[in-house]
């Protein structure tokens, strides 16, 4: 079953996506924010037109594993994006995926934000491998 993997941002969102056998994930695009239902929207026809199987909302918990604004914007989001179709939605701890995803392309030599390489793509697949991993061992 292939996985569309959502990080939020207030800016850009990035969308990652599975192998169909749910073992490795890649970048897929950057969408700009509009507002939540234009997002949702958008969101929807990408899982609609990649056939996939689960939407996963990445959710930022502050260090108290207490609710942010950020993460009740995720919330919302999932709510929106359940509300208008059938495909599971869940949501998914996305703790440091930027950070991480920052460091990967460090470690890679791309050196600086190059607009043409947006970072969102990238944590959004730090996202997914991380359920992807968590998934494998926990089957």
């Known amino acids: 079953m292939k996985i ?3 990080d939020p941002g207030q800016q850009r969102i990035g969308v990652a996506i599975s192998d169909a056998s749910g073992k490795v994930a890649f970048p897929l695009t ?17 899982a609609q037109e990649h056939q996939v199987g689960l939407i996963l909302i990445g959710q930022a918990l502050g260090l108290d594993q207490q ?5 009740r914007r995720s919330f ?18 996305e703790f440091e995926t930027t950070q991480i995803a920052l460091q990967a392309r460090q ?11 947006p ?11 991380s359920y992807l991993d968590n998934s494998s061992t926990s089957e």
Do not use: C, F, Y
Request: charged letters at 20%; glycine letters at 4%; a positive charge.
């Open 67 to 71: 609710p942010t604004l950020q993460s």
């Open 30 to 46: 950057v969408i700009p924010h509009q507002s939540k239902r234009a997002d949702a929207e958008r969101i929807l026809a990408l």
């Open 119 to 129: 970072i969102d793509a990238l944590a959004a697949v730090v996202l997914l491998q």
């Open 107 to 117: 470690e890679m030599g791309i050196k600086g934000k190059k607009k043409t390489n």
């Open 4 to 6: 569309l993997a959502i």
């Open 76 to 93: 919302n989001l999932a709510q929106t994006l359940q509300a208008l179709t059938t495909i599971p939605v869940r949501l998914w701890d």
